[in-house]
């Protein structure tokens, strides 16, 4: 129990999973513990979109999800009977990218099976109390027992006792009242290629598919100025109040909760040797289903980069360049479900009439396409951080690199995404040899000059020479910033 560890992860939901993966795909001890007794049970998150599919397929943890999923094609807004617009969202880059119905307990499963694959485990039942930073670590009180690691990441979620135990600020607001959920069986027609919402003076209702065997399952959700007494019965008041399906019945209910909308997110992701990634360092309304994505992106930007630390590769500079990359994305996130969260709920006539709005802008095609893009988070970006490359030819250091069809050493065909898994890939660069963690590839579509790309898939270098490229690499490492 008293062992070194190199890394501590706290949380052993999406994030701190995903994590705990990324860094063994790198070689680096870690140890996942939750106060927890067990494995959730309950379905929590429901959507991954093409971001989070994509980081999983990097963590080679995505499996059989896609076939497991409902498809999640579109939204259809209403008022009451009435159809307002549909929403459709389409692929991006191909069906391996399409978002995902799936239930937060799935995405779990695969995370936690492809960390046994990589040698780590779950320690269940155990909770962190304590913590002391040191000049060469950090001692950890875990139920009771010490234990030391280089780093401790809090994947703890809204209430992190990590963030808690290192002193960091967690400012935020409210944004709305008391929120309904439950997953449940139900008789109605409604079309289950997409997800539903009804707008009524009232309030609004929503309901989305879930795969099941007999295609009765949904999770429907509605606020409620109050919410007292049972769950299921006011959701099913409601359900008649907002949609005018009087005869849509709700049977049983496999799991229910009542929330608050809350926008919080912490003063810094870093306190010396203790982080923060997840929940822990931001939340925010689940409206477009950002939570487990943005999470699950913090993971995959903080592994690579702790890796090169716990190993000795890279100086302590280096971490200072997730926040600057993180963080920003997370006040984008923020914002952005803010604002679908007012305009969602807001009261009265200003309300209606920006609903009104939005139901018409939705029905035109580029705004539908432009929508998939933005909830897919695909789009983000790095080129404004230390690392980035505001000029030159795009991509531009900073930028995603699509998942290009390529060729490996011994003229295989793969993809980029499925040979990186805790590697680097130099695209090119004929003469550049590197070895371990480097994965050398030609793209079939050849590129002009030489491509690293790091193991998040986002593009490091770009260039001419071997040595250009080794100066960067050198140089990056050392400092924390690009050459």
């Not at 978002?99 to 962190?128: C, D, K, M």
């Not at 003063?267 to 203790?274: F, L």
């Not at 200072?320 to 604002?339: C, S, W």
């Amino acid at each position: 129990m008293g062992a070194d560890m190199g890394v501590l992860v706290v949380g052993a939901g999406p994030t701190g999973l995903a994590l705990a993966c990324a860094l063994r795909a790198h070689d680096v001890p870690v140890r996942v513990i939750d106060r927890a007794g067990g494995p959730a049970t309950t379905s929590r998150a429901n959507i991954l979109h093409a971001r989070g599919v994509e980081v999983l397929n990097r963590l080679g943890a995505l499996g059989d999800l896609p076939e497991r999923a409902q498809p999640a094609v579109q939204l259809t807004l209403r008022a009451g009977h009435e159809p307002l617009a549909t929403v459709r969202f389409g692929e991006i880059e191909g069906r391996q990218l399409r978002a995902l119905f799936i239930p937060q307990t799935a995405v779990e499963e695969a995370l936690h099976r492809r960390l046994t694959e990589l040698g780590g485990s779950v320690e269940w039942g155990r909770e962190l109390t304590d913590l002391a930073q040191g000049p060469d670590g950090v001692t950890a009180t875990v139920s009771g027992e010490t234990a030391h690691a280089d780093y401790v990441v809090g994947c703890d979620g809204a209430h992190s006792a990590v963030r808690r135990l290192a002193g960091i600020g967690f400012p935020g607001v409210a944004l709305a009242d008391q929120w309904l959920l439950a997953d449940v069986t139900a008789d109605w027609d409604l079309d289950r290629r997409g997800s539903s919402g009804w707008f009524s003076r009232d309030g609004v209702f929503f309901a989305i598919p879930m795969r099941s065997e007999h295609d009765d399952a949904w999770r429907v959700m509605a606020d409620a100025e109050h919410a007292d007494g049972d769950v299921l019965d006011q959701l099913r008041r409601l359900l008649v109040e907002r949609t005018g399906q009087a005869d849509a019945v709700l049977r049983e209910a496999d799991w229910t909760s009542v929330f608050r909308i809350h926008r919080r997110l912490a003063d810094s992701y870093r306190a010396g040797r203790v982080l923060l990634a997840g929940d822990a360092a931001h939340i925010h309304s689940p409206f477009g289903g950002q939570g487990m994505n943005t999470g699950i992106g913090d993971a995959e930007n903080l592994a690579w980069k702790l890796a090169l630390v716990v190993q000795g590769r890279a100086s302590a500079a280096l971490l200072d360049t997730y926040q600057a990359e993180r963080r920003p994305l997370a006040e984008d996130v923020l914002r952005g479900t803010t604002a679908t969260t007012r305009v969602l709920l807001t009261d009265g006539a200003v309300g209606r009439a920006a609903r009104a709005v939005t139901a018409r802008v939705a029905r035109l095609g580029p705004v539908q396409r432009y929508a998939t893009w933005l909830a897919s988070q695909l789009w983000v970006t790095y080129r404004e951080g230390p690392l980035g490359a505001r000029r030159g030819p795009r991509p531009r250091p900073g930028d995603r690199v699509p998942d290009l069809v390529c060729r490996d050493a011994d003229g295989r065909r793969t993809r980029l995404h499925a040979e990186l898994r805790g590697r680097w890939a130099v695209l090119g660069g004929d003469g550049v040899s590197l070895g371990e963690p480097f994965v050398h590839l030609a793209p079939e579509r050849p590129l002009r000059g030489t491509w690293l790309v790091r193991p998040d898939g986002h593009l490091a270098w770009r260039g001419d020479t071997p040595g250009q490229l080794l100066r960067w690499f050198e140089t990056t490492l050392r400092t924390g910033r690009a050459a």
